[in-house]
T-cell receptor
């Protein structure tokens, strides 16, 4: 059973279009992180959201944490080829000690 | 440059070989991790070390043997691996367990 479901798993769009990636769970998380991984590289942290309903912006990227802290979304405006990569969400849960659970990722391709 | 360096970047080994992966972090972090990344699967946590003490072994087969001589260095010793162990092995570090992770670029392992 996948604890964190990301959708879509694959997305290929044209430069300039908008898109949204979703990260859903039935579990509550204390915080949620988004990473981007480019080919041949390790994941790099983009943002951490902590409060239910929180919205964070990083240039053309907008991240939102659901009110119930069970889900999150990543919206990209006017996508650029440089946005191409694997986007991973990771939720932190406290189970005796804090644990991090990753989604399976969304592979995004932005075509020029 | 994330401050986490992994070597080698690529490794091809036979099922009877013994090899090691190395990870070094220059960030002053106290926690280090090994993750396995396979196609179409979420990142799988393998081992966690905090202040060079192993705090988590996520039911990893004994053919994978971690070593953490100090908070800056982490090794993964490999012995009699199977072809299904072929994957990208990612090292990460953080300040505090499961805080924001800083990943290395990964070691791409192919088992023949």
């Amino acid at each position: 059973t996948q604890l964190l479901e990301q959708s879509p798993q694959f997305l290929s769009i044209q430069e300039g279009e908008n898109l949204t990636v979703y990260c859903n769970s039935s579990s509550v998380f204390s915080s949620l992180q988004w990473y981007r991984q480019e080919p041949g590289e390790g994941p790099v942290l983009l943002v951490t959201v902590v409060t239910g309903g929180e919205v964070k912006k990083l240039k053309r990227l907008t991240f939102q944490f659901g009110d119930a802290r069970k889900d999150s979304s990543l919206h990209i405006t006017a996508a650029q080829p440089g946005d191409t990569g694997l986007y991973l969400c990771a939720g932190a849960r406290y189970q005796g000690a804090q644990k991090l659970v990753f989604g399976q990722g969304t592979r995004l391709t932005i075509n020029p | 440059e994330t401050g986490v360096t992994q070597t080698p970047r690529h490794l091809v080994m036979g099922m009877t070989n013994k090899k090691s992966l190395k990870c070094e972090q220059h960030l002053g972090h106290n926690a280090m991790y090994w993750y396995k990344q396979s196609a179409k699967k979420p990142l799988e946590l393998m081992f966690v070390y905090n202040f060079k003490e192993q705090t988590e072994n996520n039911s990893v087969p004994s053919r994978f043997s971690p070593e953490c001589p100090n908070s800056s260095h982490l090794f993964l010793h490999l012995h009699t691996l199977q072809p299904e162990d072929s994957a990208l092995y990612l090292c990460a570090s953080s300040l505090g367990t499961y805080a924001e992770l800083f990943f290395g670029e990964g070691s791409r392992l192919t088992v023949l």
